[in-house]
T-cell receptor, first 113, second 113 residues
């Protein structure tokens, strides 16, 4: 597969549980982004990884949210003690060069009951 | 900080008619501008982008957009729509190439036969 992949495609969890969402970027892409798409807030930036630089975490809504990118490739977004307002579609994107396009994955639809 | 306003949340249009989706932005610095399309249950796909140069940008699927710096607008147009253009369209800006995207609220286009 040549595109960005995300897993799981759907996740239902109970309030208070932790969840991990995975993103596999396009091979060789140096930059990786997480966004969230929700009915109330629209599409919003969460976090951005670029090579070995410190990530831009300015969009993370609370300290319950964290993300890591291992080996400059796969990324995991972790939400601890999930709340109902965390229900959204979490989108991952990756990019090759500085002027290149961000390519988006299909998203993970998270529902917190 | 940047912000993006898409003035129309929904645009119904008949097949083969023209469509224009409006996008205005505010920013204290120069920006890069993008239009993305999201088909039902899919991720975001880039339609076109303005980085520099000609203010009229042509994209995929017959779409084009014009950057107007004085009016801080980047409206999207298509002269003749197809049923398959039914989707949600997002305008986005970034303040640097490769930087995080700030999205508008989206415009849902419904093409009627």
């Amino acid at each position: 597969g040549a595109g960005v992949s995300q897993s799981p495609s759907n996740k239902v969890t109970e309030k208070g549980k932790d969840v991990e969402l995975r993103c596999d970027p396009i091979s060789g892409h140096t930059a990786l982004y997480w966004y969230r798409q929700s009915l109330g807030q629209g599409l919003e930036f969460l976090i951005y990884f670029q090579g070995n630089s410190a990530p831009d975490k300015s969009g993370l809504p609370s300290d319950r949210f964290s993300a890591e990118r291992t080996g400059g490739s796969v990324s995991t977004l972790t939400i601890q003690r999930t709340q109902q307002e965390d229900s959204a579609v979490y989108l991952c994107a990756s990019r090759l060069g500085q002027l290149e396009t961000q390519y988006f994955g299909p998203g993970t639809r998270l529902l917190v009951l | 900080a940047q912000s993006v306003t898409q003035l129309d949340s929904q645009v119904p249009v008949f097949e083969e008619a023209p469509v224009e989706l409006r996008c205005n932005y505010s920013s204290s610095v120069s920006v890069y501008l993008f239009w993305y399309v999201q088909y039902p249950n899919q991720g975001l796909q880039l339609l076109l982008k303005y980085l520099s140069g000609s203010t009229l940008v042509k994209g995929i699927n017959g779409f084009e957009a014009e950057f107007n710096k004085s009016q801080t607008s980047f409206h999207l147009r298509k002269p003749s729509v197809h049923i398959s253009d039914t989707a949600e369209y997002f305008c986005a800006v970034s303040k640097a190439a490769g930087n995080k995207l700030t999205f508008g609220g989206g415009t849902r286009v419904l093409v009627k036969p």
